[in-house]
């Protein structure tokens, strides 16, 4: 077995590492399997390594409609695939998924490229819709529970893996990298919402789909999910800084880029940077602390 097929062992869960420490566009998949039934969630690129001796499973869970989650799904055409009725609609077309992006015109052509040739984009119309609350029973004590978890996409959802509680958080990711709010169907205020649901919750293990793999006691998830959480106010401190005694652009922010750091190379950034230091400026202006001295200019009040 080569490093890039590691897998974790927790009782009725088999984490299948991927390549990296799941880094993107890599990620963790979630193997659950009970004595009646088993389920994939969120088959990752590092599914492909493994296309040889794919776990044989009973459905596919999506955690949520975004390129990394789904890229190894098309390896599982013949088994029922599920995703929360608010992403859904990313699965019925490239077109569909493409607004949930929203990256726009500039780097289309060659975001299409990379989410057919590179992640597989799969579409299919038969998608099973899941709601907060709904339950897979896989026998015995072995379930999962599906718990809404919106503001990273529309429809992104939390897993409860009984009997061992151990809670999927797919994209809320506690990485260093901090919330991802940048697409067309992301919103900042929701995923706060999310981060205060996710911190009032006990489950035993933390597990995320990037870099961690899963955390197994409190203290490790707190001091990861301070330093996540707290990625949001330090945009909007640095956002304050920038727009002190000078007024500023939304294309002079997104220039000088808040989420990514500068010398990151990554196809969406501008989109990325527009989309999230949007709503973090929309509501500075609501606060007051941040006026629109012209149009389309603002500065620190
Ligand atoms: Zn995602």
């Known amino acids: 077995m080569t490093a890039e097929l590691e897998e974790r062992h927790y009782d ?18 979630f193997l659950v399997r009970g004595p009646e039934e088993s389920l ?47 992403d859904i609609e990313g699965f019925e077309s490239l077109e569909k998924m493409l607004e949930i992006y929203g990256y726009g015109p500039v780097i289309e052509e ?13 579409p299919r119309a038969d998608v099973v819709p899941f709601r907060d609350g709904d339950v897979f029973e896989l026998g015995g004590s072995v379930r999962v529970r599906v718990i809404h978890a919106p503001g ?38 929701d995923f706060e919402t999310t981060l205060d649901a996710l911190e009032a919750l006990a489950p035993r293990s933390w597990a995320t789909f990037h870099h961690i793999g899963v955390l197994e006691d409190r ?11 707290s990625m949001i106010g330090d945009r909007e401190r640095r956002l304050l800084e920038f727009l002190d005694g000078t007024p500023r652009s939304l294309d002079e922010i997104a220039a000088h880029r808040f ?35 012209e149009a389309g200019r603002f500065l620190r009040s």
């Open 110 to 122: 060659e975001w299409i490229r990379r989410l057919v040739e590179k992640y597989h984009y799969t």
């Open 219 to 229: 203290e490790s998830f707190e001091a990861r999910y301070t330093r996540f959480r």
């Open 259 to 293: 989420i990514y750091r500068p010398g990151d190379d990554v196809l969406f950034v501008d989109a990325v940077e527009r989309r999230s230091m949007a709503m973090h400026l929309e509501r500075m202006c609501a606060a007051g602390s941040v006026r629109e001295v």
């Open 12 to 29: 009725a869960v088999t984490v299948l590492l991927g390549p990296d420490g799941g880094r993107y566009p890599d990620g963790n998949t």
């Open 152 to 189: 990273h996409t529309r429809g992104q959802c939390f897993f409860w893996i009984e009997p061992q509680d151990m809670l999927y958080l797919a994209d809320v990711d506690l990485s260093s990298f901090g919330p991802y709010y940048g697409d067309a169907w992301s919103d900042l205020e």
């Open 40 to 86: 994939l969630i969120d088959p990752a690129l590092g599914m492909l390594d493994r296309r040889n001796a794919l776990p044989a499973v009973d459905r596919i869970l999506n955690s949520h409609c975004h390129e990394d989650h789904y890229a190894g799904n098309h390896l599982y055409p013949d088994v029922p695939w599920h995703c929360h009725e608010a």
